[in-house]
């Protein structure tokens, strides 16, 4: 990297991100593939090619040493480390269906399966009670120091995934570094944020807990959902609340959700007098029923350069009734005066650690390729070529705790460079589908469920 | 008529906890009704709802010929028990047409559970006997697991019904609660769905499960296999409330009665909007399963992304590091 405005902006971020990044002397190849690079979506690729490689086949042989179920799954296959030498080697690597981390028992096997799923020595882990709940399983596990955070579809069922504490910080690294990188030269700590997700200290949904990084790299954030949000609440809200319980528990977070829109429009509206950067991170869902809202009663602001708006969890949840990006874009220009080119999409997702981020050129997703190795599998699960569409996979090297080698149920079309912008690495098309079949999930949709029925009512 | 000894014998008492899942969701079901008057004078009105209509039968019923062999015996499993004769001649026809006495009996019970599976389409009616849902063509997933039943049965091949409450419905409902509103209010009230099934078969000397009531395209719309004879629902798309499974030679007394009064009378304006939901699914289902290339390429398909990664044994492995103490 040439450019030393980038590079002093850069290592300021990375200064503030100290406490996520290992020390230098211990990076293993998939550190160096992560922490390394200054600007994951700008590595040469040659360089990027041979960071892959390293990366990835550190990360397989951890795993294929350290994890029985996932050896088992590769002596199936006939896998092993040795087989890895060049590059077209990794799409050989034996890869895992998301559906997997979502196939758990209940109670005390639950906390078995997690402990086998996980990769390397757990700590000691006390689990009280015959019948443990899946908040009460999570809760013991990150007592003990690890990070396991979840997701869910519209079944109510969640994903597991059990992180340790370097994994999830790596994860968390990669998040803010994608964002700090994509939006050059315009992050400063002085921005102010407002998080449209959960609070990260009162929930382990994945998206609501990465978030936690942004208090380290911004000074003011706020957050729109301050209520604890549990595997339970979650599974009430997507699957309907079921029960009297359910009713009461919906009724009380309801009455919060309820003031979440008039307060961001109030922060919006002293930061429009106070001059200050802001930055919108989070849910889409919630920054439409904003604009909607303001659409209605017939206002805008015009934050114009002082301003970002990060979306992110996912619009693929709105197969329904989605707003095509583009349009969504646009509302965000005309009605908060924030220019198109700074609204900006990640894909992430709770299996992996590497997100994709949209570049403010052309909006195309682009992918960290030095450690995280996009792939579109076809019909036979076999990889296809750029250009084609089918179901996105990935070797994510940096996940170390738990096999990252996994087939999503999105049906995605990678291109092997951004049409539009000059970074080298592989792009995704930016709209994502859910791929035939396959149930409606992703953080943004189990948002906009806790919230859609608070929201409409506070409409009606 | 039948007699307190039949009743006994043949299984037909409920289980205590159906009986209070029962109490239970009447309870639910007259609190939706009471607090939802208008609601359910709306659904009587509506005039844009989709209309349903029945879809036609699959197949011609075969000609019954005196003189037909049936082989149901007065023996437990073997015998007619409620909703379920297994000597009506329609039952003694088709298991004539599907082979009963030709084939083998794992070969036979495989052509009654395709038959069962493939050609009863799923609706919502009152529960009635096997003869009337072969005649009708459509069924519950009860009246689709008695014709297979009671095609085993003609046939000489022990067979019972295995049932349970469900736990999760959004997904497998989804579309049918989407056009049933007031349905959706009672099984959001409930928590679950009262009572499913599966059939059981006796074959080479062990019970060997038959999934009947979602037929391919069904299970093609929710991304599953499609499950042959031998393969269970629970676990794919049915999660029983645990505690609720029970195996029985006869559908439980009092079922006939509550879903009448259920279907017909007080469900009635709800019912055409959750079986147009069934409709939808099968629809959709037939689209995915011709995209994906026909039923063969799409069962492999799913099969492959379902496909257990690793043995129960690996992934339930004691660990020395978790410690599960008493509270």
Known sequence: MENTGYNSYINKFDGLMEKYIPSKSAWTPADEALYGPLDLFRVPLEEAREMQLRSIRYSFTHHYENNKVYRNLCQKHGFAPAHIQTTADLEKIPMVPDSFFKDYPSGREFALWLGNIFTGDLPRISIKGKHPTPDEVIEAFNAAGLAVTFSSGTSGRHTFIPRDRRTFFAAEYAIAKAVVAMIYPRWDTSWHEYLLMPDPRKTCLFAGKAGAVFFDVIHDVRVAIGREVSTELIRMTMTGPKGMKGRIVKYFAGRKSKRMIAEIIRWLEFHEMSNEKIFLFGAPFILSRVIEKLRKEGRSFSFGDRSWVGSAGGWKAYEGSRIPLADFRNQVEQVLGIPEKYCLDMYAMVESNGCMMHCPEGHYLHAPYSFFKPLVLGSDNKPLAYGEWGRFAFLDAAALSYPGFIISGDWVRMLERCPVCDRPGPVLDPEIRRAAGEETRGCAEEVRRMLAVDLKNEED | MLTPWEIVEKEMIPPAHLIKKNIASTCALFKVLLL????????????????????????????????????????????????????????????????????????????????????????????????????????????????????????????????????????????????????????????????????????????????????????????????????????????????????????????????????????????????????????????????????????????????????????????????????
């Not at chain 2, 007619?80 to 030709?102: K, M, S, W």
């Not at chain 2, 007080?266 to 994906?292: D, H, M, T, V, Y």
């Open chain 2, 36 to 327: 939802n008057p208008g609601f359910r004078k709306r659904l009587k009105r509506q005039k844009d709802n989709k209309i349903y209509v029945r879809p036609l039968r699959k197949y011609a019923l075969p000609e019954f010929k005196p003189g037909m062999k049936n082989l149901s015996k007065s023996e437990k499993y073997l015998r007619p028990t409620l909703y379920c004769n297994c000597r009506v001649p329609e039952i003694t026809a088709l298991a004539h047409q599907l082979g009963a006495f030709t084939k083998s009996g794992r070969e036979f019970a495989e052509a009654a559970f395709e038959f069962s599976k493939r050609n009863i389409t799923i609706e919502m009616v009152p529960l009635d006997d096997v003869s009337c849902t072969l005649i009708r063509g459509t069924g519950t997933c009860l009246q689709k697991i008695a014709v297979f039943v009671a095609l085993c049965r003609a046939a000489g091949i022990p067979a019972r019904f295995k049932f349970c409450a469900l736990s999760r419905l959004d997904d497998i409902f989804a579309a049918s609660l989407k056009n049933a509103p007031l349905i959706k209010k009672w099984f959001d009230g409930m928590g679950s769905f009262l009572l499913h099934g599966e059939g059981e078969a006796f074959i080479d000397n062990q019970w060997v499960t038959a999934d009947i009531s979602s037929g391919p395209q069904w299970q093609a719309a929710a991304s599953l296999p499609i499950t042959k004879l031998g393969e269970s629902s629970v676990g794919l798309w049915i999660f029983p409330v645990p505690g609720s499974s029970f195996v029985r030679e006869s559908v439980p007394l009092g079922m006939g009665n509550s879903s009448r009064i259920l279907f017909k009378g007080l469900l009635a304006s709800s019912l055409p909007g959750f079986n147009l939901g069934f409709l939808e699914q099968i629809e959709k289902g037939r689209k995915i399963i011709a995209a994906a290339g026909g039923e063969a390429a799409y069962d492999a398909q799913a099969r492959r992304l379902r496909h257990p990664l690793a043995a129960k044994g690996d992934l339930l492995r004691v660990h020395s590091s978790i410690v599960f103490e008493e509270k």
